[in-house]
Structure formats: structure tokens, C-alpha cells
């Protein structure tokens, strides 16, 4: 029997088509097939983060670049600003990279905001600042564009943004936000099986790195610009990924950058639609809420253990029981990747068949 389908939000299916692409002749990282592979999808890459710089690829989960980042930006102190499981872990990485570290916390469910951020960057201790776009646990979408603005007040503070589950469902533009390192891995928004990340870091990032002597080889974002410059990349990469990316930017850019924003935005207010007829509250406060999945509170108190075994069960799909603390108390619907009107339809009434029945 097949395996169900998955509306986690991350790992999400992937499609024929890049299964298809992960399985094609392997090539030599150093050759010149790879380096018309690599060069092949810059474009599409630079298009997609809105920059002019070289986009890097990682053969690594998203973890992997976000240490490497605090390795290759972290002086003197970093400001990590904790909203749910994945923005507060970086806190604990900070700490374990020996790196000072303090936070920006809110209460999970709520977005870090502008005015918070200015006043702590105002106390000069910092000179790095981690921020998840996207929390994915809480289905926060916080304001980066509003964040950006006040970044741009402390130019020497060096800026990490995660996002792996808001990159190409909302536009962002790294260029114009001016912020330094962004990061995201493949599995998440961009539908494609985990074991890559994709960033790029800017000017003054590799002028910080510079400094740094203990950033180490694999993550060495001077590895990765002078290995850019040849088509490459530092250490041998999984190469069937990158067959796969190719399919997936080609095909994201045939779909549209505001096509595949404006259908996100679709799903996602199928999804809000079925929670609200369900009486169902969100976690995440209107004007913050997330548009690639949906963190619905359990204020029914729904048995979800039960609810996810019989969709296993009589649907064949899997949808999220929560993450972290707010497990039981909250469920994940996805709508990233390459969902459709008619996919999330079937879901949906999936769903309304569970909550009456199981
Ligand atoms: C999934 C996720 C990560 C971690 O990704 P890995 O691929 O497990 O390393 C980090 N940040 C956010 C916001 C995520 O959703």
C-alpha cells in the first residue's frame, strides 16, 4: 500500500516530476556538466531571493547553515528572537557554538515586533540578530518587512533570517530588505525531500566573517563565495537534489512568482474558511498569520490522536498534532509546496468527515 499523503508542514510531498529529476546520471562535482548544472539555476535562485548575489547550496538540513551563520557573523554578543520550537532553539545553538547570547521572547503564538526589536538593538550590546520569518510552530508570520526597516538602523548588527517555510509562498526580497544572511531548507516551501538548504549572505556578512577565525570549512561562507565564483560548491553536494531544484525553479518560474504567491494565498484562506466554520480559533493574532500552514487552537478539545488515526486511516493523509509544548493543544494544517484547489478541497472535506466521526 502507498503511503499516506502528508499535509505536515515539513517534509511535504513531492511531486512526480521531481521524483522524476532526482534520478538522472550522476556527474562529477568538479566537472563541467555540474558547473552548467549549477550555473543553469542561478538565475532562477537570484530571481527567487530577490538578489544579485550568488545563491549558495548546502548539502545540509537548514540547521546546518543557521550554525554555520552564527559561526561566520557572531563577535561579540547575538540577539536571538524566540516565538515558538524553531526560533528558540536558536538560542540553545547560540550557547552550544560558544557564542553570548541572549533573547527576544514572546509568548508562542505571537509575532516579535518592530518596536521590540529597536529597543533591544538600541543597547549596542549586539552585533548579530537571529529571526525565524516563519515560525512554522505557531504558524506566526512576523513582520520582516517592519523588521528590516529598524535592522537598517544598526548597520553593524549582522542580520540571519530563516525562511524555510515562507520562502516563494509571500515575496521576499532580500536586496531590498538589506538584511545579511537568509537560509531556508528544500523541504518545506519548496515541496522537495529534505537534505538541502539553500542561502545568501551579503557584503557586509563576508566582511564579518572575515574576522572570524573559528567558522570552520564546511559552513565557511568564504568557501562558498570563492567556490560560487567557479559554478561549485566547497565539498562534493547531493547532486540529485540539485537535478531536482533545477525542475522546481523552472517550474516555479513557468507557474509565476505572483501566481504562486496568489495561490498560496488561496489555500491558505480555504484553510482559515474551514477552521472558522469548524469554530476552531487560530493560535496566531489576524494580520500575523502564516500563509503557507495554519496553527489552529484545540479549543474543542478534539481528541486529535484520534482524529489524525482515522484520517490515516479512511483518507489516507496525515495532518500535524503539534509541535513542541503546544502538542495536543494546537494541530498544523500545511498548504506549502504544490498544492492545489482541488487537493486542499479533498483535504478539507477529509477533515470535516474526521472531526464529525472519529
Ligand atoms: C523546519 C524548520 C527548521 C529546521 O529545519 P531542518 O531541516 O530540520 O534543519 C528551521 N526553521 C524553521 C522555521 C523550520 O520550519
Known amino acids: 500500500m502507498s503511503l499516506p499523503k502528508l499535509y505536515i ?18 556527474i562529477g562535482h568538479r566537472s563541467k556538466d555540474f558547473q552548467k548544472l ?12 530577490g538578489t544579485t548575489r550568488p545563491v549558495f547550496i548546502s548539502t ?9 551563520a552564527l559561526r561566520n557573523v557572531v563577535t561579540k554578543k547575538v540577539l536571538n528572537c524566540c516565538k515558538g520550537a524553531f526560533s528558540d532553539k536558536w538560542f540553545d545553538v547560540s550557547k552550544r557554538c560558544g557564542k553570548q547570547a541572549d533573547t527576544l521572547q514572546v509568548e508562542w503564538g505571537q509575532p516579535i515586533t518592530p518596536e521590540a526589536l529597536d529597543q533591544r538593538l538600541a543597547t549596542g ?10 515560525e512554522t510552530s505557531t504558524g506566526v508570520l512576523s513582520p520582516l518587512a ?10 553593524h548588527v549582522i542580520s540571519i533570517v530563516d525562511t524555510v517555510s515562507s520562502f516563494s509562498t509571500v515575496p ?12 531556508l531548507g528544500v523541504q518545506k516551501a519548496l515541496a522537495l525531500p529534505p537534505g538541502m538548504a539553500l ?12 574576522t572570524l577565525e573559528d567558522r570552520g570549512y564546511y559552513f565557511d561562507f568564504h568557501e562558498f563565495e570563492k567556490n560560487a565564483e567557479k559554478d561549485m560548491t566547497p565539498s562534493t553536494p547531493v547532486i540529485p537534489h540539485i537535478y531536482a531544484l533545477k525542475s522546481k525553479v523552472d517550474e516555479i518560474l513557468k507557474e509565476g512568482l505572483k501566481n504562486r504567491f496568489a495561490r498560496h494565498e488561496k489555500l491558505n484562506a480555504m484553510v482559515h474558511a474551514w477552521v472558522d466554520k469548524q469554530g476552531f480559533e487560530f493560535l496566531a ?23 489524525i488515526a482515522y484520517l490515516r486511516a479512511n483518507h489516507h493523509l496525515i495532518i500535524d498534532g503539534g509541535y513542541g509544548k503546544i502538542k495536543g493543544k494546537t494541530f498544523r494544517i500545511s498548504n506549502m509546496g504544490d498544492e492545489t484547489e482541488e487537493s486542499i478541497t479533498t483535504l478539507l472535506a477529509a477533515l470535516d468527515d474526521a472531526f464529525a466521526k472519529a
Open 146 to 155: 517592519e523588521l528590516a526597516e529598524v535592522l537598517k538602523k544598526y548597520p
Open 172 to 183: 521576499i526580497n532580500f536586496d531590498e530588505l538589506g538584511i545579511d544572511v537568509q537560509l
Open 9 to 26: 508542514p515539513g517534509p511535504v510531498n513531492i511531486s512526480q516530476a521531481t521524483n522524476d529529476a532526482l534520478v538522472q546520471p550522476m
Open 60 to 68: 545540509s538540513s537548514a540547521w546546518g547553515v543557521m550554525e554555520g
Open 38 to 49: 549549477y550555473s543553469s539555476i542561478q538565475p532562477g535562485l537570484k530571481q527567487l531571493f
Open 125 to 134: 550590546e549586539y552585533d548579530a540578530v537571529t529571526l525565524v520569518h516563519n
Open 199 to 210: 542561502f545568501t549572505v551579503s557584503q557586509r556578512a563576508l566582511e564579518r566573517a572575515a
Open 285 to 307: 493574532p489576524e494580520g500575523y498569520r502564516s500563509k503557507s500552514l495554519t496553527c489552529v487552537k484545540n479549543n474543542k478539545e478534539a481528541d486529535l490522536p484520534a482524529i
